[in-house]
């Protein structure tokens, strides 16, 4: 079951429920008649194939998939914002949001053009502003549509793990765990811990995206990717993260095999070369420029940025460039000698690794477990 398949109205009835500790008390705080509540309760148990109450002579009694369930309904209903919304609305509007026209939202919600057109439109009455509004040929969100895409998103998320939590309860261990995964993860770490929790879980799948943290930090904070692996940035970074360590990497300067600095070089011989260094802005190309402003003199040119170690490793292979990464990210060109450790980056020169999640982020049990084979293969492989 998806989670924007659920009757929004129903999760709210549910949830206050359990809040409550009544039925008449709970269709009160939800503007619903009792037998709505009830018939709403037993439309929810049919979907997810597992009672949420004990019918009891004195009243229902949560069972432990409602406790699990309503506090991650009360995130969700508070990141929507309306009792009024439908999730017929929200599966439209969101995506609206994601493909950017009205045509191309149609077709990956399945639905026809007018009737998307519809459900953004009673959205936007539901909340009370213009969601989205046409800029030259094309389509634009407004700022609270692009704030409103984002909660709803966020309360998609948290209703998955719901979804999850309930699964876990029935003896299902199945589920879903992406990764988002920065340049230095992908080489060692990442795949390890995957293998780790695989062999424990082998029914969850794991979905890796890979990118910079640019690129992966809109989708973590969107809910879209459940936790991010590579170097930390600085804590201004944002409030709304967390940033969990694991272990400090030192870079090694990398040429090709049979580079003229591979017999060893003095802090002029590395403002001779030219580097293949990652943008501004990047951890690594920080801690460049920090180690070469210690070594004083002019900053070397830099006339290739790329992040990309494929690339970086074919760009070395062609001429006398220079680059500053990790040992794990060309550990097989290194063992085969087809590029060449030119020497470890003089001075303190280190950036920290680990784990960024949502600050507000509750884990279910398996992306726990997730978390704990990454911490548990950081120290087999870094100690």
């Not at 070469?292 to 690339?311: D, F, K, N, R, Y």
């Given at each position: 079951m998806s989670p924007d398949q659920f009757n929004i109205r129903h999760l709210a009835a549910m949830a206050a429920v359990v809040q409550q500790g009544s039925v008449s008390l709970g269709a009160r705080a939800v503007n619903l008649t009792q037998p709505a509540v009830t018939q709403g309760i037993a439309k929810l148990e049919a979907q997810l194939g597992l009672p949420l109450f004990e019918r009891q002579p004195g009243g229902m009694a949560p069972t432990d998939a409602a406790l699990a369930l309503a506090p991650r309904v009360d995130v969700a209903l508070r990141l929507i914002g309306s009792s009024r919304v439908t999730a017929t609305q929200i599966r439209a509007f969101v995506a609206l949001a994601r493909a950017g026209s009205y045509p191309a939202a149609a077709a990956e919600a399945g639905v026809t053009e007018p009737s998307l057109h519809r459900a953004v439109g009673d959205l936007g009455l539901a909340m009370g502003y213009r969601l989205a509004e046409r800029r030259g040929r094309g389509l634009a969100l407004t700022r609270q549509g692009a704030l409103l895409a984002r909660r709803l998103r966020l309360a998609l998320a948290e209703l998955r793990s719901g979804l999850e939590d309930i699964a876990d309860i029935r003896g299902q261990e199945s589920g879903r765990i992406v990764v988002g995964a920065m340049p230095l993860s992908r080489a060692r770490l990442l795949p390890a811990a995957i293998a780790r929790f695989r062999a424990d879980f082998p029914q969850v799948d794991i979905s890796v995206h890979e990118g910079s943290h640019a690129e992966l930090v809109g989708p973590l904070r969107d809910g879209e990717v459940d936790m991010m692996i590579g170097a930390l940035r600085d804590p201004s970074v944002g409030q709304d993260l967390t940033q969990t360590p694991l272990f400090e990497d030192r870079p090694i300067i990398i040429g090709r095999a049979g580079h003229p600095l591979a017999g060893g070089w003095t802090p002029d011989d590395l403002r001779r070369f030219p580097w293949i260094l990652p943008p501004e802005g990047a951890p690594l190309r920080q801690l460049w420029r920090r180690m070469?402003?210690?070594?004083?003199?002019?900053?070397?040119?830099?006339?290739?940025?790329?992040?990309?170690?494929?690339?970086?490793?074919?760009l070395l292979l062609g001429g006398d460039y220079l680059t500053l990464l990790s040992v794990d990210q060309l550990a097989l060109e290194l063992d085969v000698g087809i590029v060449a450790n030119i020497g470890s980056a003089p001075g303190s020169v280190s950036r920290t690794i680990g784990i960024t999640t949502r600050t507000d982020w509750r884990p279910t049990r398996l992306q726990g477990r997730f978390l704990d084979a990454m911490e548990t293969e950081a120290g087999k492989i870094y100690s």
């Open positions: 070469l402003e210690a070594l004083g003199g002019e900053l070397p040119a830099v006339p290739i940025e790329c992040g990309s170690v494929m690339t970086i490793r074919q």
